[in-house]
């Protein structure tokens, strides 16, 4: 790993102006990710994990504190994917990856091979002609995470990307996530309110407060990947960061 993080954070505080002036959301959230890493952030609904994944893509600065990307500013430096998949409908699977590839510049028939091995290599062959909704939500999520995968950036936001999905869809995507990151290799920040999906995929989990947040908790995952859903070690630290999230919320009872 390179001795320059992937991303660091440094008492970064971050809100919104209002009407009736500031609204804090984040209070001095520090933290940092190396290179390769990929971490989870969970916390309690609202508390502001879209509002740090915004000023980590460099679209919300802050307004105090600092935030580095590979030792720099985070701008054009990110691959941020929002919540939902926020495909383009006038254009087919295969459009929407080589979308990401565009950007950066690629010449097309290097991108229409890159972008047709992925497919073919994670599940989607056959459907590169299909437009979004032809797809099933499952595969609007493939074709969105690899269109952030295939972007020519070595960090990827990830806003609860599984987050519309049945069980056993975000089950299977889990595990189809985790075989994309194992051969692309990127450093991602993963936000879920998913505490297995965290412990599943994650080298380490934070755990943020209630808003204004703060980061309260961190957890490393030591397992060896892929992990099994029934270990009792994943029930065992899961049952620690729901006692973490109690805490953030102000709630005694612990579950």
């Given at each position: 790993m390179s001795s320059i993080p992937a991303l660091a954070l440094q008492g970064v505080t971050a809100g919104y102006m209002t009407p009736r002036g500031k609204f804090l959301v984040l209070d001095g959230v520090s933290f940092t990710v190396q290179n390769g890493e990929w971490i989870s952030v969970v916390g309690p609904s609202g508390c502001g994990k879209t509002t740090l994944l915004r000023v980590c893509a460099g679209l919300l600065p802050p307004w105090s504190g600092t935030v580095q990307v590979f030792g720099s500013s985070p701008r054009g430096k990110t691959s941020y994917m929002p919540q939902g998949d926020s495909l383009l409908p006038w254009r087919t699977a295969l459009g929407n990856i080589l979308a990401a590839l565009e950007v950066d510049g690629r010449p097309r028939p290097e991108a229409v091979s890159k972008a047709?091995?992925?497919?073919?290599?994670?599940?989607?062959?056959?459907?590169?002609?299909?437009?979004?909704?032809?797809?099933?939500?499952?595969?609007?999520?493939?074709?969105?995470?690899?269109?952030?995968?295939?972007?020519?950036?070595?960090?990827?936001?990830?806003?609860?990307?599984?987050?519309?999905?049945?069980?056993?869809?975000?089950?299977?995507?889990?595990?189809w996530l985790f075989s994309v990151w194992q051969s692309l290799r990127k450093t991602v920040v993963l936000v879920t309110h998913d505490v297995e999906e965290a412990l599943l995929l994650s080298d380490r989990v934070l755990v943020l407060s209630a808003r204004p947040a703060k980061v309260i908790a961190e957890f490393s995952v030591s397992s060896p990947r892929p992990r099994v859903r029934t270990d009792p070690w994943i029930q065992g630290l899961r049952e620690e960061i729901m006692r973490s999230l109690q805490k953030a919320k102000g709630y005694e009872k612990v579950f």
């Open positions: 047709r091995d992925c497919l073919a290599q994670f599940g989607l062959g056959g459907f590169e002609k299909s437009y979004p909704f032809e797809l099933s939500g499952g595969m609007r999520q493939r074709v969105a995470l690899l269109r952030a995968f295939l972007a020519q950036r070595e960090l990827l936001l990830l806003d609860e990307p599984l987050g519309a999905l049945d069980a056993l869809t975000r089950a299977e995507l889990q595990d």
